[in-house]
């Protein structure tokens, strides 16, 4: 026995003063056993897109999944019969998910859309009017049993006709004696994100939890030739911090440690260039009157997705001075430093080890050490700078002391 969708309209309506969705922004449905408990869990958005044939000529039709709709045709699953998510609406559409689960994960296994072309609120002018039915692999990865699977960005599934974009979904199945989950199993493509708060989800049955940071990024050993001998070395973890202009939201992009170094190496100038899948970046070295180098140029070219979309972004600066250091030596910063480079992106740079030029024997020369590392140094400055002080102040009371001691014996 299924029932309707349960809407928590008080969250709804707290959600809407606090973020000003559309209460059509987000569907929420319980899937409900036997025993009147949840066996089902969702909540999701989606955006549909479904040409189809007009009067003569092709059409398309834009629509997102409508609150009003029926979960009856679910089934919560057991050891025989998988479990089947089925959100019917309006005249003969719907769209189902079906389940697979095996040794403690649950995975979304296909993905079936079907649509009546007779309804022409959606469909409007269709000339042949016709149910159709499209069935893609689900987008879902393998979650952990008991855990709410959650993938806020967008992601997008094609076929020839119809486009449909998944975005703020939470997912369980098999929920565990009708408690749904506290614990997210949060998808790749938040993992690199910094997103805010899934929609009702989290206003309604849970705490906020945001995605965890990505982890520190892993140290890449990047080296550079001339003929056969190396000729700039670079050991450093990198991590983009991007704040993109449309949406205000910081991301942070860990540079793969496998990426592909090259660039040119010179008397003056040495360029180093990283590429991995999605992001390119280049640090430009100068050399400044023959005896000190430094950073001079970032260049990034960053593609990243949002809302579905892929989109580019370039970011450059050629002023920058980061990283000063003499010739013939190397620079080195185990602490994680924050390099600015425009006002969209920051590097965050971890146990750099560089040397751009002047390499002997194909191996770092002497390392001269960031400031941030010398601990030992700020402490003693600290100590004698708390001395000086006190020295200051206890020769400052003597004086007031003796001019006070002088003008008492005057007025005797
Ligand atoms: C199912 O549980 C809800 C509360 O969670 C209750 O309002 C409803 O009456 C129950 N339905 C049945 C058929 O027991
Ligand atoms: C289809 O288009 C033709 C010509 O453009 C028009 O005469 C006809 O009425 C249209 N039919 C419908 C159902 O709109
Ligand atoms: C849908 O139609 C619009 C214009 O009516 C067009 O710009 C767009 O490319 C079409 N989309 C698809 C997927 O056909
Ligand atoms: C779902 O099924 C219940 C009975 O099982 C019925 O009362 C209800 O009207 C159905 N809802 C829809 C939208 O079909
Ligand atoms: C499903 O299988 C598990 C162990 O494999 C068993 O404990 C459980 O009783 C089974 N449930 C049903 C409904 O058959
Ligand atoms: C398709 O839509 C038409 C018009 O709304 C309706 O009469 C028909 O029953 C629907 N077909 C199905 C299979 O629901
Ligand atoms: C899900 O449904 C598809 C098509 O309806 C079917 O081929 C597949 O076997 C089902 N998956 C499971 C785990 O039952
Ligand atoms: C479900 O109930 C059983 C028995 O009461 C308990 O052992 C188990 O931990 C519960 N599971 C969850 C996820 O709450
Ligand atoms: C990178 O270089 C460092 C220091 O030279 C070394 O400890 C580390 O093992 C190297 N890593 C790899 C993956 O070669
Ligand atoms: C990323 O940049 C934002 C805005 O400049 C800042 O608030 C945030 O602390 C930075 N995060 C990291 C991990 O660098
Ligand atoms: C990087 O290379 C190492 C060793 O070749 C490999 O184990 C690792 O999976 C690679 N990482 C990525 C992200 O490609
Ligand atoms: C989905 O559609 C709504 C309304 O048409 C729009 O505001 C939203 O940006 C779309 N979202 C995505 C991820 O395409």
Known sequence: MQRPPVLHLAALLLLLLLTGFSLT?????????????????????VNFTVVYE????????????PNSLSSNGSVCGDNNSAPLLKMDFGPGHSLSLNF????????????????????????????NTSVNQVAVDSLMEAAPLNTVYTCRSAKAIASKEVIMVFY?????????????????????????????????WTASTMTPTKPPPPPIPSVGNYTL???SETCLLANMGLQLNLTYMEDNQTRLINIDSNSTASGLCGDQNATLVLEDMKTTVSFHFMVQEQSKFFLKE??????????????????N?????YWQTSIGSSYMCHKEQRLRVTDQMVINTFNVWIQPFELKSGTFSRAEEC??????????????????????????????????????????
Not at 54 to 65: D, E, H, I, P, S
Not at 109 to 127: E, I, M, R
Not at 372 to 395: E, N, T
């Open 25 to 45: 922004e987000a569907v929420e449905i319980k899937v409900h056993d036997n025993n009147n408990k949840t066996c089902i869990y969702a909540i999701l958005s």
């Open 54 to 65: 007009g009067n003569g000529t092709m059409k398309n039709t834009t629509f997102t999944l």
């Open 100 to 127: 697979s689960h095996s040794a403690g994960i649950f995975r979304g296994d296909v993905l079936t859309f079907t649509y009546n072309t007779s309804d022409t609120n959606l469909f409007p002018g269709a000339k």
């Open 168 to 200: 703020d979904v939470g997912l369980q199945a098999l929920v565990e004696n009708g408690t749904i989950s506290k614990n997210e199993s949060i998808c790749k493509a938040d993992m690199s994100t910094t997103m805010g708060p899934l929609t009702t």
């Open 225 to 227: 030739k001339n003929g």
């Open 298 to 315: 970032v260049k990034a070219n960053i593609s990243l997705v949002v809302n579905g979309s892929t989109t580019s972004h370039y970011i």
């Open 317 to 321: 600066n050629s002023s920058l001075k």
């Open 371 to 412: 400031s941030l590392d010398d601990d030992s140094i700020l402490i003693p400055i600290i100590v004698g700078a708390a001395l000086a002080v006190l020295i200051v102040i206890v020769v400052i009371a003597y004086v007031i002391g003796r001019r006070k001691s002088y003008a008492g014996y005057q007025t005797l």
